[in-house]
């Protein structure tokens, strides 16, 4: 069974980073893509990043290029998010998401997700 | 970036009823469509992938069609466990973006 487990949400002020980690079990890792997809509060679904299954290639939406940088390391079977720059408009749900294959493909299973929420 | 539109934003039908929900591509996307079901609180689910592949454990009321720009989710016969928001994204190209989404509702 796919377990997608994400970890390091929380509370930061504007303008403060955060890193996200997801622990993936049940496949083999480094065969899929991986992406993030965040939620706003009461809005519908934002792909954020994605990266190849050897962690060679990787795409950021707009909102967020420049920073946020997607991450993963095979060894540990663990997808990171590194948030810098941190703006009101990141607080979100960020769920970790298996793909069906490359990078930006369709999202197969999801994590339940890790709350960031961006105040002062 | 293709913009995903989709339709309507939300409805409201009686339990049995054919419900169909579309979604438009800004530019041809083949069949590079998927459909998720997010219930109220809970973790979004894929339901159809590659515009009209049932994903594993969906029930078989659930089905998706199209090619191009044009794409619909049917559901043949609404059940009360169906009250979700319907998500589509093609998956084409990057960025992978979502419609806005459907709201469906019991009447």
């Given at each position: 069974e796919v377990q997608l487990v994400e970890s390091g949400g929380g509370l930061v002020q504007p303008?403060?980073?955060?890193?996200?980690?997801?622990?993936?079990?049940?496949?083999?890792?480094?065969?899929?893509?991986m992406s993030?997809?965040?939620?706003?509060?009461?809005?519908?679904?934002?792909?954020?990043?994605?990266?190849?299954?050897?962690?060679?290639?990787?795409?950021d939406a707009d909102s967020v290029r420049g920073r946020f940088t997607i991450s993963r390391d095979n060894s540990k079977n663990t997808l990171y998010l590194q948030m810098n720059s941190l703006r009101a408009e990141d607080t979100a749900v960020y769920y970790c998401a298996k793909t069906g294959g490359y990078s930006y493909a369709y999202v197969a299973s999801w994590g339940q997700g890790a709350l960031v929420t961006v105040s002062s | 970036d293709i913009q995903m539109t989709q339709s309507p934003s939300s409805l409201s039908a009686s339990?049995?009823?054919?419900?169909?929900?579309?979604?438009?591509?800004?530019?041809?996307?083949?069949n590079y469509l998927a459909w998720y079901q997010q219930k109220p609180g809970k973790v979004p689910k894929l339901l159809i992938?590659?515009?009209?592949?049932?994903?594993?454990?969906?029930?078989?009321?659930?089905?998706?069609?199209?090619?191009?720009t044009d794409f619909t989710l049917t559901v043949s016969s609404l059940q009360p466990e169906d009250v979700a928001t319907y998500y589509c994204q093609q998956c084409n190209s990057a960025p992978p973006?979502?419609?806005g989404g459907t709201k469906v509702e019991i009447k």
């Open positions: 303008g403060g980073s955060l890193r996200l980690s997801c622990a993936a079990s049940g496949f083999t890792f480094s065969n899929y893509g993030w997809v965040r939620q706003a509060p009461g809005k519908g679904l934002e792909w954020v990043s994605g990266i190849s299954g050897s962690g060679s290639t990787t795409y | 339990v049995g009823d054919r419900v169909t929900i579309t979604c438009r591509a800004s530019q041809g996307i083949s992938y590659a515009a009209s592949t049932l994903q594993s454990g969906v029930p078989s009321r659930f089905s998706g069609s199209g090619s191009g973006t979502f419609g």
